[in-house]
């Protein structure tokens, strides 16, 4: 596609749960992105990857969550045993890479993810 | 990355101006001005970026003092569409890894 596709759109999941949330980034964009945004709050950086290689996961809230990007496109956030505080939209982005272009981030639709 | 402040929000009469202020103070030599914006239940969006020189594209202008302390978004003439929260971000150009987001300006354009 075009765009930055994530899936599910929505996800309910019950406290204790694993979760696994999809980002297809754009075709030939080097770096991705994901960030977590809380309600009424801006995108908070979670992790980075270029190509296959996790660069910076200092962002990540917990051992809880794990991303990965095994073929340096599509990537999955995986949360274990989720808890209520892990309820957010989480958004994934992609770039051309590293001094390339503008930096300019695209951005998918997010995964909103509801933990009861 | 340097911290920016922005009010948290604003109102705008449709078809006029919306000025949008960022403050960041601590910007260094080397670090770019870039605006986001983020309509409701989407993901955010780039509007525009500039390091030192006034910056003016199909979406808006933007507008950096001289010492580099703060700068402008400019919707030169809002519209309904343009309701959205506006995130002003410094970044090390595309070389840094990190986008730090803030809390942004809510903007709503009033008919």
């Known amino acids: 596609g075009a765009g930055v596709s994530q899936s599910p759109r929505y996800k309910v999941a019950k406290r204790g749960q694993d979760v696994a949330l999809r980002c297809d980034p754009i075709?030939?964009?080097?770096?991705l992105f994901w960030y977590q945004q809380a309600l009424g709050q801006g995108p908070e950086f979670l992790t980075y990857f270029q190509n296959e290689a996790q660069l910076d996961k200092s962002g990540l809230p917990s051992d809880r969550f794990f991303a990965e990007r095994p073929e340096g496109s599509v990537s999955t956030l995986k949360i274990q045993r989720t808890q209520q505080e892990d309820s957010a939209v989480y958004l994934c982005?992609?770039?051309?890479?590293?001094?390339?272009?503008?930096?300019?981030?695209?951005f998918g639709e997010g995964s909103r993810l509801t933990v009861l | 990355d340097a911290k920016t402040t922005q009010p948290p929000s604003m109102d705008c009469a449709e078809g006029r101006a919306a000025n949008l202020p960022c403050n960041h103070s601590?910007?260094?030599?080397?670090?770019?001005v870039y605006w986001y914006r983020q309509i409701h239940s989407q993901g955010p969006q780039y509007i525009i970026h500039g390091l030192k020189n006034n910056e003016t594209n199909e979406m808006a202008s933007l507008i950096i003092t001289e010492d580099r302390k703060s700068s402008t978004l400019i919707l030169p003439h809002a519209t309904l569409r343009d309701t959205a929260v506006y995130y002003c971000?410094?970044?090390?150009?595309?070389?840094?890894?990190?986008?730090?987001f803030g809390t942004g300006t809510s903007l709503t354009v009033i008919p």
């Open positions: 075709s030939g964009h080097v770096s």
């Open positions: 982005a992609s770039s051309l890479g590293r001094r390339k272009g503008n930096g300019e981030l695209f």
């Open positions: 601590t910007i260094s030599g080397n670090e770019y």
């Open positions: 971000i410094v970044r090390l150009g595309n070389t840094g890894n990190q986008f730090y």
